[in-house]
């Protein structure tokens, strides 16, 4: 009879760990669904906006930075899926600061890669590529041509783009647990006067 309780045991809670692992996986399709519907109707709006009162220079300089922000959450993303939490552990027990966010990142670092890959990184791409045609229309207007501006955009876009990711994971791979940690600590100081302001309370 114990034995038949002890397996009847199991087999329940493997179920109920299955049933949770399943609704926190569309919990989390869910969340991913919003949060890039969110972020991407901010990033196009606000590009947008600029774009349209900005010249030629100051709109390619705008796509250069959301393309360098594609770059940037890319290298967070390789970074965190490469990186292991045994000197995070050890900076934890010194109470460094960010090591226990860093911890944290890395424990969720599936999501985490989601979001800065998938998410932003794909956003970014969207945007970049739809800024890349509001700056042809500006480059031909100056330079009445519609195929030089098309190509010299699409190029420059690609080219910084590749480039930028393939150093980015290259980087990554190389400094996993440095860009972890700077990024931890980041999000540590962001933290840091929301806590003192709960603690005080």
Not at 26 to 33: K, N, Q, V
Not at 91 to 101: C, R, T
Not at 123 to 135: E, K, N, T
Request: aromatic fraction near 6%; include cysteine; hydrophobic fraction near 50%.
């Amino acid at each position: 009879m114990n034995t038949n309780d002890s397996e009847s045991r199991d087999k329940t809670r493997k179920t109920k760990k299955k049933s949770q692992k399943k609704s926190g996986n569309l919990r989390w399709i869910i969340t991913i669904f919003f949060v890039t519907i969110v972020v991407s109707s901010a990033i196009s709006f606000l590009s947008s906006t600029i774009l349209d009162g900005a010249g030629l220079v100051e709109a390619f300089i705008v796509l250069l930075l959301i393309v360098l922000i594609g770059v940037f959450f890319d290298i967070i993303g390789v970074a965190v899926i490469s990186a292991s939490e045994k000197p995070f552990h050890s900076m934890a027990s010194k109470k460094v600061p960010g090591a226990v966010e860093a911890l944290a990142l890395l424990r969720n670092a599936e999501k985490v890669s989601g979001i800065c890959n998938d998410v932003v990184g794909d956003i970014c791409g969207v945007v970049s590529g739809s800024a890349s045609a509001i700056i042809a229309v500006k480059a031909l207007v100056s330079i009445n041509s519609d195929t030089i501006a098309q190509l010299i955009m699409s190029a420059t876009v690609a080219g910084v783009t590749i480039a930028g990711k393939a150093f980015g994971k290259n980087l990554a791979m190389q400094k996993t647990t440095q860009i972890v940690h700077i990024v931890s600590k980041m999000i540590y100081f962001i933290k840091s006067p929301f806590c003192r302001k709960r603690k005080q309370k």
